[in-house]
């Protein structure tokens, strides 16, 4: 199995909170990964590590054997271009067009003439399933076109690597399912390595290989989906049947914490 | 427990540490404007034009309107109160210098450049900060694109070229205020107004003015990015940090402008 990222021994605090407690873990090339778990558990600011927008604390981040936790900002652009992201909101530039965020990242970093970019706009647009909509500004579409939209700017470098935080939060279930199959198609079309950080179980069971899962800022898990369905630990089992978490504490230590004690 | 005097130290050492804190940032984003509109076109990363006059049209051309009434008001005020002086002495003539000086010299960049603090320094702290709470600007990094490069330095050429152009049209339209009190009000015949005018107005007066309409214009994009990025939650502190935007940029503004007329006031 070639790795695309390796994590190792990766710390990282908020203030004086640790959010990752040394966790390692790699990802594979040309298959999709999930990064699963429950809300706090860091998986989003794992992502943010990965994509380069946090520094840790400690530890290594290994994209293609650059450790991108020491390399300058130069260097790190040049990791960035072979990268794409559909962040949770879409973050789309409201003040410009589809067309024009699509285009964005084409006139920032290739010499293609206006022609070309906007041909390879098109291209990206209709991928997405967004012909037509090349005029339309940011705040005239709904929230699941916002994402396939953020979607075409993220592949509009044909990326090595794509990275998804949240990819279904707050869509209906049929866009939802339309993004996962869209997520699907573009492993196995164009071979992208995959990254998508979720909580979102039928999301998971449709576009992952490879599960990654963080419980507390540790990572309890990581292996194939099948070995995912398998485990018998009780945290992940826990998760997957969608069971609250137990009594965390005795009647006694509940006084105590009311009583302010 | 520690003792009020080690709570007073604590304290104040959190504070000069969250000063500390500020002036640090604050030069971060100095130095990162400064780098990306002088610097990094040296190297190769072209300016962005469209975008840069775009910016000129909202900021500059937009606010002619505004510009225009506030500064032919503020003219006929100060004819009016130096008539109210002058004319104890029978020297009525002398509103005209009055009014020109002042105006070339002081009321016209200094109102010019709190209106585009209003109008446009505030819209920076906000476009930011909201560009920053959706993550536009967490994209814009991933795409590899320099936040600052993309939206400040269109912004700081924008007001670099705007604000002077619009002091000069406000010290055009402050004097013809004057002049038309002058001479319906006061009875000044409107050729002596005229001439009186032109000779104590020195070139240097109006360059002395523009100089610190540009530095004006660097100072509220600065301090508007500066607060815009500053922001990390959502809406409620978009509008906190728009204010403190206004506010920081107007107060800049003045302690400028106390030290530029203390500067011009003994070199020039």
Redesign the interface.
């Known amino acids: 199995m070639e790795t695309a990222i390796e994590v190792r021994n990766l710390i990282t605090h908020y203030g004086d909170r640790e959010i990752l407690k040394n966790i390692s873990f790699s990802i594979p090339k040309r298959k999709t990964t999930v990064i699963l778990g429950g809300s706090g558990c860091g998986k989003s600011t794992l992502l943010k590590h990965l994509i380069g927008l946090l520094k840790p604390t400690g530890g290594e981040i290994l994209i293609n054997s650059n450790d991108i936790t020491k390399i300058n900002e130069d260097e790190m652009n040049g990791v960035r271009k072979k990268m794409g992201v559909l962040f949770q909101g879409a973050a789309l530039l409201n003040s410009m067009t589809v067309a024009g965020n699509v285009a964005l990242p084409l006139r920032e970093h290739t010499k293609l003439n206006a022609s070309t970019v906007n041909i390879m706009v098109r291209m990206k647009l209709d991928l997405v399933g967004l012909s037509g909509f090349d005029k339309f500004y940011p705040s005239q579409l709904s929230g699941g076109m916002k994402k396939r939209a953020g979607l075409a700017r993220a592949i509009a470098l044909d990326p090595e690597m794509l990275f998804f935080d949240e990819p279904s939060a707050g869509l209906d279930p049929v866009t939802a399912a339309g993004l996962d199959e869209l997520i699907v198609n573009l492993r196995n079309v164009f071979g992208m390595t995959i990254i998508a950080v979720t909580h979102e179980l039928p999301s998971v069971f449709t576009i992952a290989d490879y599960v990654i899962m963080l419980d507390k800022g540790q990572v309890i898990f990581a292996g194939t989906l099948d070995e995912l369905k398998a485990s018998d630990n009780p945290r992940i089992r826990m998760f997957l049947e969608r069971k609250p978490e137990q009594e965390m504490y005795s009647p006694e230590d509940y006084f105590k914490i009311i009583a302010g004690e | 427990m520690p003792s009020i005097a080690e709570n007073l130290i604590g304290l104040a050492g959190k504070k000069a540490r969250s000063v500390f804190r500020d002036i640090n940032d604050a030069s971060k984003i100095v130095n990162d404007i400064f780098y990306w509109s002088c610097i990094s076109p040296l190297k190769g990363k072209p300016l962005r034009f469209r975008a840069s006059i775009y910016e000129m049209v909202k900021a500059g051309y937009n606010s002619v309107p505004i510009i225009a009434v506030i500064s032919f008001f503020i003219g006929i005020i100060l004819a009016f109160q130096a008539a109210y002086q002058l004319k104890k002495v029978g020297a009525l003539i002398y509103v005209a210098n009055l009014v020109g000086v002042s105006i070339t010299r002081e009321l016209g960049p200094i109102i010019t450049a709190i209106i585009v603090s209003g109008r446009s320094g505030s819209a920076y702290a906000a476009e930011i900060g909201s560009?920053k709470a959706?993550?536009?600007v967490?994209?814009?990094?991933?795409?590899?694109?320099n936040p600052v490069r993309f939206i400040v330095v269109p912004k700081l050429i924008a007001l670099m070229v705007m604000v002077p152009a619009l002091t000069l049209f406000s010290d055009l339209i402050g004097i013809t205020g004057g002049f038309v009190l002058s001479v319906s009000v006061l009875e000044i015949h409107p050729y002596n107004y005229f001439q009186q005018t032109v000779n104590a107005l020195l070139v240097k007066d109006v360059l002395t003015g523009l100089m610190k309409a540009w530095a004006f214009g660097v100072i509220i994009t600065v301090v508007g990015a500066y607060q815009g990025f500053k922001v990390t939650g959502g809406a409620e502190e978009v509008g906190r940090r728009t204010t403190a935007a206004v506010v920081a940029s107007i107060f800049l503004v003045i302690v400028f402008d106390l030290l530029f007329t203390a500067l011009f006031y003994y070199f020039t």
């Open positions: 560009m959706a993550e536009e967490d994209a814009l990094i991933s795409m590899g694109i």
